[in-house]
T-cell receptor, first 113, second 117 residues
Framework: GNSVTQMEGPVTLSEEAFLTINCTYTATGYPSLFWYVQYPGEGLQLLLKATKADDKGSNKGFEATYRKETTSFHLEKGSVQVSDSAVYFCALSSTDSWGKLQFGAGTQVVVTP | DAGVIQSPRHEVTEMGQEVTLRCKPISGHNSLFWYRQTMMRGLELLIYFNNNVPIDDSGMPEDRFSAKMPNASFSTLKIQPSEPRDSAVYFC???????????????FGNGTRLTVT
């Protein structure tokens, strides 16, 4: 079956530091990959997505590249801000999943001034 | 453009009481999902609907949980009777996808925080 593994948190870093959150997946076929962000007290929001191998998703300074050879979709941001403090979820959807998303466990990111 | 609307935002109830959570999906979306989030288990998919029809309810924890979608603009998740272990944040999400569509993202509501004492 499909599965998503992402690095455990919390990840604590200073403002303007470089952020990487690792995500690897197991899936049949060619899934679509997503990163969602959850701010305190809110629902999950789509951050970016990639639907085929070598696609790069980007939004708000965040980027992730769909790497089929390593089954990975790592999230990166070059210079984080305090407002990026949140929980980040990696997720996948496949053609046999009826639009369901398989989520990773989430990684909490704390950015300090 | 209204997003997914859930009500109530917070619900506190006593064990044994019936709880009903409500969701209005984004207009035009044809798939609706109910998730539960806890610290211990993370995000769990409870049930999802496509074109108002329940497709998979294998995530529903037990018979105390039931969900309905009487029309394209409204869904309910009911717990009867409620128990303390049902305390969690319940999210509703909708999407344009379903079937073999894998590219459509889910749009989440802000959730209902349920506390059962």
């Amino acid at each position: 079956g499909n599965s998503v593994t992402q690095m455990e948190g919390p990840v604590t870093l200073s403002e303007e530091a470089f952020l990487t959150i690792n995500c690897t997946y197991t899936a049949t076929g060619y899934p679509s990959l997503f990163w969602y962000v959850q701010y305190p007290g809110e629902g999950l929001q789509l951050l970016l997505k990639a639907t085929k191998a070598d696609d790069k998703g980007s939004n708000k300074g965040f980027e992730a590249t769909y790497r089929k050879e390593t089954t990975s979709f790592h999230l990166e941001k070059g210079s984080v801000q305090v407002s990026d403090s949140a929980v980040y979820f990696c997720a996948l959807s496949s053609t046999d999943s009826w639009g369901k998303l398989q989520f990773g466990a989430g990684t909490q990111v704390v950015v300090t001034p | 453009d209204a997003g997914v609307i859930q009500s109530p935002r917070h619900e506190v109830t006593e064990m044994g009481q019936e709880v009903t959570l409500r969701c209005k999906p984004i207009s035009g979306h044809n798939s609706l999902f109910w998730y539960r989030q806890t610290m211990m288990r993370g995000l769990e998919l409870l049930i999802y609907f496509n074109n108002n029809v329940p497709i998979d309810d294998s995530g529903m924890p037990e018979d105390r949980f039931s969900a309905k979608m009487p029309n394209a603009s409204f869904s309910t998740l009911k717990i009867q009777p409620s128990e303390p272990r049902d305390s969690a944040v319940y999210f509703c999400a909708s999407s344009l996808g379903g079937g073999r569509d894998k590219d459509s993202p889910l749009h989440f509501g802000n959730g209902t925080r349920l506390t059962v004492t």
